[in-house]
């Protein structure tokens, strides 16, 4: 197989013997696409192609190869190029970190592709950029099978109510706390989500969710039902970039202006 000029990004990197490079690249056609980039470390008189081959540079790449892991032949940059710095860039190494665990290698995702393609240009220029990284998680849940559904109750079918308050149960969606209630004769007391511990997640921010609209506290309630959601896929290896991020490794000259319970 020989791809040319296929629009993609590069989402992780890591040397490969003296003078090359392993990546793992996101593309349009393709998906997640490992390559082997010969020779990309190497000082020419043109300069190295690692300083193209970074994350967040739209690129247009052209490789070849039948196996897992493919040959890179040529690169060059595409137009869009963003600077992400500070808590944008350890946002965008969290988006990429999360493309790498949970998606098969050469497994096409043009509609993820698009909206990770928005992301990028969402975090450099929103000023809440938790919100663009929340419907990204969402679209990225959604192309991996498993929807969220936000406005019905995993369990019962019942509509979600705003006044009420529900837990995401990984299996089988939100399930409504019935708190005060009866273990025996209460209605809808078989629920399983009735004694479960856990974070209340309001109906009314769900519904607001459901409509797109993640602002004021329901940014809050949409960090922590996308927390438990990924980490029924992610399982118990904890994320790198969270950790980073946690050990405040954004707050570095020329960061932005603080967190934003971004990720």
């Known amino acids: 197989m020989r791809v040319n000029l296929q629009p993609g990004y590069v989402i992780h990197s890591r040397p ?4 090359s490079a392993l990546l793992d690249v996101f593309t349009a056609e393709f998906g997640r696409v490992g390559l082997v980039a010969k020779g990309a470390r190497r000082q020419t008189r043109k300069g190295s192609k690692a300083g193209l081959l970074q994350p967040f540079i739209p690129l247009l790449l052209s490789f070849s190869g039948g196996n897992e892991l493919k040959t890179l032949r040529s690169v060059e940059s595409a137009p869009g190029r963003v600077e992400l710095v500070g808590d944008r860039l350890f946002s965008g190494l969290y988006v990429n970190e999360l493309l790498v665990r949970l998606l098969h290698r ?65 299996g089988a969606g939100l399930v409504r706390r019935r708190a005060g209630e009866s273990s025996d004769d209460s209605p809808g007391a078989d629920s399983p989500g009735a004694d479960l511990p856990g974070t209340d997640l309001p109906g009314t921010d769900l519904l607001a969710m459901a409509r797109g609209e993640i602002e004021g506290h329901v940014r809050q309630t949409a960090r922590t039902l996308m927390r438990e959601a990924l980490a029924a896929h992610l399982g118990e290896e904890p994320l790198k970039s969270r950790q980073l991020f946690a050990r405040g490794a ?5 960061a932005a202006s603080g967190p934003q319970d971004e990720e």
Do not use: C
């Not at 995702?109 to 938790?130: K, S």
């Open 250 to 254: 954004w707050k570095r000259p020329g």
């Open 106 to 170: 050469d497994d096409p995702h043009p509609r993820l592709f698009a909206a990770y393609n928005d992301t990028v240009q969402q975090l450099a220029h929103l000023q809440m950029i938790d919100v663009g990284l929340r419907l990204f998680e969402m679209r990225l849940l959604e192309e991996l099978g498993y929807r969220l559904e936000l406005t019905i109750e995993g369990v019962t079918g019942l509509p979600v109510r705003p006044e009420a308050f529900y837990h995401y149960q990984p």
């Open 16 to 19: 490969y013997g003296d003078s």
